[in-house]
């Protein structure tokens, strides 16, 4: 970033020259500024962001005079980003417009120079925690299916929760369920014996 052959507003005095720099009126950044020079070299780096369609302006203005809005103002540049640089592909390119008036009627002059550098786009990247069919193959816990509901934890709303089991002579296991009392095991007496204080079935010692 330099400028070169800036217009002398004062007779006995040079200018303390600095750079407004915008991207589409956003993105605001400023040089700092040099003392008494008519070709400063500022040599400083910004990062911002752009567009194909971005513009980029710079302003030059005098410190000594910079005060109100419009004083001290030496000229600027509007950079269309498209007519010199691929925001795509990336690459550099050296811009050195002259520098003109706005809106007022200052006499303006010189030329401004801006090296541009542009990185380019990098392609995206597939998520590594997602697989085909949009599941995801993360580290965390597997969702259970809706239909599914793993012991000791309640199903959806409606649902009975799974109570404590009961093994029957047979080997099969009998579950209840709202933790109340196990249901009635059916089966042959044989495969049923009474508790303590019934009748037994005929056949049966109690113990």
């Given at each position: 970033l330099a400028a070169d052959n800036l217009y002398k507003?004062?007779?006995?005095?040079?200018?303390?020259?600095?750079?407004?720099l915008t991207v589409d009126g956003a993105q605001t950044q400023t040089t700092k500024a040099l003392k008494r020079t008519l070709s400063p070299y500022w040599n400083e780096t910004f990062k911002?962001?752009?567009?194909?369609?971005?513009?980029?302006?710079?302003q030059v203005f005098d410190?000594?005079?910079?005060?109100?809005?419009?004083?001290?103002?030496?000229?600027?540049?509007?950079?269309?980003v498209s007519q010199h640089l691929n925001v795509q592909t990336g690459g550099d390119a050296m811009v050195t417009q002259d520098l003109k008036n706005s809106n007022n009627s200052d006499p303006v002059q010189g030329r401004l120079a801006l090296q541009?550098?542009?990185?380019a786009e990098e392609p995206a990247q597939a998520d590594?925690?997602?697989?085909?069919?949009g599941q995801s193959s993360g580290a965390g816990p597997a969702t259970p299916p809706r239909n599914?509901?793993?012991a000791g934890h309640a199903r959806a709303e409606g649902a009975t929760v799974a109570g404590p089991m009961v093994r029957n002579a047979t080997g099969s296991s009998v579950t209840s369920t709202n933790g109340g009392p196990p249901p009635a095991?059916?089966?042959?007496p044989a495969d049923a014996p009474s508790t303590e204080g019934h009748a037994l079935v005929p056949g049966w010692e109690q113990r």
């Open positions: 507003r004062e007779l006995f005095r040079l200018p303390d020259p600095f750079v407004v911002v962001q752009v567009k194909p369609t971005s513009v980029i302006t710079a410190q000594r005079k910079f005060k109100k809005r419009g004083q001290g103002f030496l000229g600027v540049i509007n950079v269309q541009f550098t542009v990185a590594p925690n997602r697989t085909t069919g599914a509901s793993p095991i059916s089966g042959s």
